[in-house]
Every structure is written in C-alpha cells, then in structure tokens.
C-alpha cells in the first residue's frame, strides 16, 4: 500500500485529501498535528509520496523540498508540491517530481500517484 504524507496548514484540505486518499487506498499521514523538525516527521513517517504545499505557515515548502534533495537518505522520495500561486516551473526545477495548483480535482491527483 502506498503512503501519501500531507504537509498542509489548511485544515479542511488536509481532512478532504485524508479521506479521498483513504477511499481510493492509500495510507494517509499528515503533519498538521506534528511540532518540531519538518524533515525529522517526515523521516519518521516513511512515506512513499510527499504531497506539500509552498506554503506552511511557519514554514516553507520550497525550503523543504530543497533539503529533501540535499539529504541523502531522502534525496529520492516522490514529492507532489501544491499551492494556488502557479509554481509550477520553480518547484520543478527545486527537485519536485510533480505540481498542483489549487484547486486541482482528486482525479488529477489520483492520477500524479498511479503514474
């Protein structure tokens, strides 16, 4: 079973995305719950599939993707980066296997996942 972690500050999408995923199989974890240091939750979540948004409230996702791909024990996770500004051609270039700009339809998403 393949395992989407959901870095997202918006309530609502995480809990939608949660039980979407969860209906088409997927083993969900999120970060909205989690403190502390972004790479060592997601270290200790061993996802297959990071689904994060640019921006995180207090943190950043392009940050984030940047020291996935600089860490070598995470350097191939699949990261799905998201947000409402179109980022597309910047987060490709950071590293990111793939963009979303809100809103997408799950289809586009469940699609990104099977590919």
């Known amino acids: 079973m393949v395992k ?3 870095a997202d500050d918006d309530f609502t999408m995480v809990a939608l995305l949660k039980t979407l995923l969860g209906m088409e199989g997927y083993q969900v974890a999120t970060l909205l719950d989690k403190t502390g240091d972004i790479l060592d939750n997601i270290r200790q979540e061993k996802p297959d599939v990071l689904l994060i948004d ?3 409230g207090d943190s950043n996702g392009m940050k984030v993707l940047r020291q996935i791909r600089e ?3 995470m350097k191939d996770l699949k990261i799905v ?4 500004i179109d980022k597309a051609e ?3 270039a950071a590293g990111a296997n ?3 700009l809100k809103p997408y339809m799950p289809d ?3 699609d990104l ?3």
């Open 54 to 56: 640019i921006f995180l």
């Open 81 to 84: 980066m998201v947000s409402g």
């Open 71 to 73: 860490t070598p024990d």
């Open 98 to 100: 793939a963009f979303l």
């Open 113 to 115: 996942l099977r590919s």
């Open 108 to 110: 586009d998403l469940f």
């Open 4 to 6: 989407v972690l959901l």
């Open 90 to 92: 910047e987060c490709l």
